[in-house]
């Protein structure tokens, strides 16, 4: 059973930082692409960052670049998302994804779903 476990979410104030993981367990890294989604309250749910764990290749949305990094580490089934220069527009409930055979934030392409982190920061 594929599972995906979000963890390191909390209440920050502006300008600080947090690390997200997100533990994946009953699948290997091959031809994986894991994402971070997050999703604020009345909005849509939209993509941060990805990772295509096998070649490391990343990606992140305008909004986060130069402040959000992803990581992973195939020894442990971990991504991580460390977050920088937080900003109150970043509180949301972030979500880990996995997909199978894709590279990119398109959420109807991600197969796998963690439960969520609430990430607030506080102005």
């Known amino acids: 059973e594929v599972q995906l476990v979000e963890s390191g979410g909390g209440l920050v104030q502006a300008g600080g930082s947090l690390k997200l993981s997100c533990a994946a367990s009953?699948?290997?890294?091959?031809?994986?692409?894991i994402g971070w989604f997050r999703q604020a309250p009345g909005k849509e749910r939209e993509g941060v960052s990805c990772?295509?764990?096998?070649?490391?290749?990343?990606y992140y949305t305008a909004s986060v670049k130069g402040r959000f990094t992803i990581s992973s580490d195939n020894a442990g089934n971990t991504v991580y998302l460390q977050m920088s220069s937080l900003k109150p527009e970043d509180t949301a409930v972030y979500y880990c994804?996995?997909?199978?055979?894709?590279?990119?934030?398109?959420?109807?392409?991600?197969?796998?779903w963690g439960q969520g982190t609430q990430v607030t920061v506080s102005s």
């Open positions: 994804a996995a997909a199978a055979g894709y590279y990119g934030l398109d959420k109807v392409l991600y197969d796998y």
């Open positions: 009953g699948f290997t890294f091959d031809d994986v692409t």
């Open positions: 990772i295509a764990v096998s070649d490391g290749y990343t």
